[in-house]
């Protein structure tokens, strides 16, 4: 992995609003970002033309959107709204957008910015007219979760059409404790991983921010980023008092966050990977696969879960319509539970147990995983031990760099 290190100095914010994070000192009590940014007003937003990137994850507690919060308070100017993968108002399935529109509630033009990066993208942010592009979107925590990579595009389209570029930050809701799993390797970059990162990367969106700006940016864009208070990097989201909103339609609860970014590797082969059920990510299986996948995940003793044999039948995306076996994973200690080594897990199990296991054609793992590694690992028949071993050293030095850019205690 080569990481440059530009200095820090330069990155920091020149108000205390957005320079630090909170100390012990600080109100227990837990604001987001966008509840700090209004309560000075909008001061960070003043005599700018504001546009905002942001889903129907940019809520306040009271499960308000801060687009229509923003739209009728005099103090900002709000020109135009950015929409992701399915949409601003999230009406969008997987690998969809809402395109251009007038948004119906506001009257707000809604610029579609899905697959959308440098110069087109750029194009769009001046043709909005704003000066100032806002961030704000609920983060999962894994780095194939594509939210992430909308802020890098962006953040590298508002310096190529000379925007600041202001994130409003959120919590991870799998904690920042640790960053966890192979790095990606630049040959097998996409829009599920544009930089190496490893795959669970435990930081929050600011904290993302900055290190983008700083390590992979090759001119850094004028960067704020307007942090929260209260926020703890052991705390997981059902502690901050926020209604959870799905980021994505098969994110539905935090429960689902907790597990994605180890059983997201399961869209990289022919089992399903949950959708189509009411527990996506959660329920894994296949036709052919019976009791003996739980009772081989159940002998790894993999901490802070167990699994249940399951059979379920999707109602859309693989297996439609049929009844088909696999495990459902219960998480017992979130504190002790490991996402990513229980995904490796899962697949070695898998593959030991069903003949009918094979990678998706077009060896899509490689890309979530970051490299072949783990494929051609796990294909010689390698254990959980020694594929989660072979990704230790890189992991060991994006660490090094991410400990930069933290800002939570």
């Known amino acids: 992995m080569h990481l440059s290190r530009r200095t820090l100095l330069a990155a920091a914010p020149a108000v205390p609003l957005t320079a630090a994070a909170p100390t012990k000192s600080a109100t227990p009590k837990f604001h987001t970002g966008f509840e700090r940014l209004a309560a000075t007003g909008y001061k960070e937003l003043g005599g700018q033309k504001v546009g905002i990137v942001t889903n129907p994850t940019g809520i306040t507690k009271d499960a308000r959107h801060i687009v229509d919060v923003m ?30 529109h007038d948004d119906p509630a506001t009257g707000l033009p809604v610029y579609d910015t ?39 595009d962006c953040m590298e389209a508002a310096q190529s059409a000379g925007k600041r570029f202001v994130v409003l930050d959120r919590p991870n809701p799998i904690t920042g404790r640790s960053a966890e799993g192979p790095v990606l390797h630049k040959e097998f970059a996409t829009f599920v991983g544009r930089q190496p990162i490893s795959q669970a990367h435990g930081m929050t969106v600011a ?64 089992l399903s990977e949950g959708r189509g059920t009411t527990r996506p990510f959660e329920l894994l299986g296949a036709e052919g696969i019976d009791r003996r996948w739980a009772a081989a995940a159940n002998e790894l003793g993999l901490p802070g ?18 009844t088909i076996g696999g495990v459902q994973i219960h998480v017992h200690d979130r504190a002790a539970y490991d996402p990513v080594r229980t995904g ?30 783990v494929r051609t690992m796990i294909d010689a028949g390698a254990d959980t031990d020694d594929v989660v071993a072979g990704w230790q050293e890189e992991l060991a030095a994006f660490r090094r760099v991410r400990k930069e850019y933290l800002l939570y205690r």
């Open 305 to 322: 879960a167990h699994f249940r044999e399951a059979y379920f039948a999707p109602t859309f995306s693989k297996f439609q319509g049929k």
């Open 71 to 100: 739209h009728t308070d005099d103090r900002v100017d709000l020109r135009a709204v950015f929409g992701p993968e399915h949409g601003f108002r999230g009406t969008a399935q997987a690998g969809g957008s809402e395109g251009r």
């Open 344 to 373: 490796i897990g899962l697949l070695v199990t898998a593959r030991k147990v069903w003949s009918g296991f094979a990678w998706r054609s077009d060896n899509w793992i490689d890309k979530l995983t970051g490299s072949a590694r």
């Open 207 to 270: 904290e993302l921010a900055r290190l983008f700006n700083e390590e992979f940016l090759t001119t850094p864009v004028p960067l704020e980023t307007v942090l929260m208070s209260g926020w703890k990097r052991s705390r997981f989201y059902d502690t901050s008092g926020l209604p959870w909103v799905p980021p994505s339609p098969n994110m539905p609860t935090p429960d689902t966050a907790l597990v994605y970014s180890g059983t997201g590797l399961f869209e990289g082969t022919n």
């Open 114 to 152: 899905y697959l959308k990066s440098g110069r087109p993208l750029a194009d769009i942010f001046t043709a909005s007219g704003v000066d100032t592009i806002v961030f704000d979107i609920q983060d999962v925590g894994a780095r194939f979760y594509t939210y992430i990579w909308t802020l890098y």
